[in-house]
Nanobody
């Protein structure tokens, strides 16, 4: 049974920090690229940050570059998102995603999603 469980969300003031965690189980974590997405009501889901299976390559949305850092611990089957200098615009539900990186082999994408964790940035 595949599970992705996000944690670490909450209410924080502008300029504050949060660290999100995503604990994975039920699949070969070290073979999957991991990503964080976010979504607000009425808006499309947005890719925030991604990291390759070995952790060697990362990419970020322009809006979070220099403020957010994605990392992973393949021994703990966990991916993290360190969020610093938070802004009200960062308010969203943050979702963890695992991607098999086999889309070209299979002809379709195999991925998994967590339930999400709410991040609210407000004074």
């Amino acid at each position: 049974q595949v599970q992705l469980v996000e944690s670490g969300g909450g209410l924080v003031q502008p300029g504050g920090s949060l660290r999100l965690s995503c604990a994975a189980s039920g699949f070969t974590f070290s073979s999957y690229a991991m990503s964080w997405y976010r979504q607000t009501p009425g808006k499309e889901r947005e890719l925030v940050a991604a990291i390759t299976s070995a952790g060697g390559v990362t990419n970020y949305a322009n809006s979070v570059k220099g403020r957010f850092t994605i990392s992973r611990d393949n021994l703990k089957n966990t991916v993290y998102l360190q969020m610093n200098s938070l802004k009200p615009e960062d308010t969203a539900v943050y979702y963890c995603n695992a991607d098999s990186e086999r889309v070209y082999e299979l002809g379709y994408r195999v991925d998994y999603w967590g339930q999400g964790t709410q991040v609210t940035v407000s004074s």
